[in-house]
C-alpha cells in the first residue's frame, strides 16, 4: 500500500500562486508514476500533471502548461505541483495519486487539497 497526503491548498488571488504537495509513504518503490488531479463544483475530475517516479519525466496537460509545474524530491517521496499566475477557474479540490508499476489506472489517492482563486 501507499499512502498520500496533500498539502498546501488555500485562497489566493488571481495572479497568485500555490505550491501543493503530495507526501508519499509506505511502498513506494512500485509506484511508477504519480499525478496531480483536479475536480471543480459540478465538473468531473480532470488530470493535471503526472510524473514518472523514477524518471521524474513530466507531463502537463495542455490547459496547464506554462503555468503549473509537477516535480518530485527523491529524499523526501514529495510531489509537487508549482501553480502560478492561477486563474478562478482553477478553482477546484487538487488530488494528488499514484499508479502502480504495471496497472493502467491509478490506484491510490489522497484526501485532496481545496485550492481557491479569487477574481
Known amino acids: 500500500q501507499v499512502q498520500l497526503v496533500e498539502s498546501g491548498g488555500g485562497l489566493v488571488q488571481a495572479g497568485g500562486s500555490l505550491r501543493l504537495s503530495c507526501a508519499a509513504s509506505?511502498?513506494?518503490?512500485?509506484?511508477?508514476?504519480m499525478g496531480w488531479f483536479r475536480q471543480a463544483p459540478g465538473k468531473e475530475r480532470e488530470f493535471v500533471a503526472r510524473i514518472g517516479w523514477s524518471s521524474r519525466i513530466t507531463y502537463h496537460a495542455d490547459s496547464v502548461k506554462g503555468r503549473f509545474t509537477i516535480s518530485r524530491d527523491v529524499a523526501s517521496n514529495t510531489v509537487y505541483l508549482q501553480m502560478v499566475n492561477l486563474r478562478p477557474e482553477a478553482t477546484a479540490v487538487y488530488s494528488c495519486?499514484?499508479?502502480?508499476?504495471?496497472?493502467?489506472?491509478?490506484?491510490?489517492w489522497g484526501r485532496g487539497t481545496q485550492v481557491t482563486v479569487s477574481s
Open positions: 495519486a499514484g499508479q502502480s508499476i504495471g496497472d493502467a489506472q491509478y490506484d491510490y
Open positions: 509506505g511502498r513506494t518503490f512500485s509506484l511508477a508514476n
